[in-house]
């Protein structure tokens, strides 16, 4: 396990961005097992491949935190600009625990405006399924967030998450500057 850190150009590209405050940390946090992991792999790897003038993430400056162990759950749910909250579509468990973190981060950011998303990842394992699209969906409503199922293994909606997450924290950060 590992804390990564990256920038779309260069090493300098990243202390600037820093500097005009354009750093963004998307947390993702989940039931073990659920795919954490793979998806935020996944992430780092369609960076490389985009190079460096990719419209996607663009100048900013995206850290991620795999290393669950070396962080308590205090400070996952106050150290993130946005969250991805992942759950299995195999684990009910991992779904009910989804609930239960979107409710801790309510309650520690309750003033903020966090953009959230709720992700069901496996997509891939339909024999296995054990929460339907219909629940994943009605529970986003509840929590008031974005919902996606994912698939890490057939890279299934891996990009088109990502790309949610950070509009999402653009358009909050826009908002915000106007
Ligand atoms: P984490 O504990 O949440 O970080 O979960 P991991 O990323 O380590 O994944 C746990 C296990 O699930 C690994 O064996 C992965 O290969 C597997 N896995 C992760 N995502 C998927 C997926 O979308 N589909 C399938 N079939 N397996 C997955």
Not at 8 to 19: A, G, L
Not at 63 to 80: I, V
Not at 87 to 98: H, L, M, V
Request: with cysteine.
């Amino acid at each position: 396990s590992y804390r990564g850190r990256w920038s779309s150009d260069s090493s300098d590209s990243t202390v600037s961005t820093e500097s005009e405050c354009s750093f963004s940390r998307v947390v993702v946090i989940g039931e073990n097992g659920v795919g954490k992991s793979a998806l935020s792999g996944i992430f780092a790897g369609a960076r490389d491949s985009m190079g460096s003038n990719c419209d996607l993430l663009g100048d900013d400056t995206y850290e991620r935190t795999l290393d669950e162990g070396s962080w308590s759950q205090e400070q996952c749910m106050q150290a993130g600009d946005a969250y991805l909250i992942v759950y299995s579509i195999t684990d009910r468990a991992s779904f009910e625990k989804a609930s239960e973190l979107r409710i801790r981060l309510r309650r520690t950011r309750q003033s903020e405006d966090i953009p959230i998303i709720l992700v069901g990842n496996k997509s891939d394992l339909v024999r296995r399924r054990q929460v339907s699209v219909t629940e994943g969906r009605a529970c986003a409503v509840v929590f008031d967030c974005k919902f996606i199922e994912t698939s890490a293994a057939v890279h299934h909606n891996v990009q088109e998450m990502f790309e949610g997450i950070v509009r999402q924290v653009r358009l909050r950060r826009d908002s915000k500057e106007v």
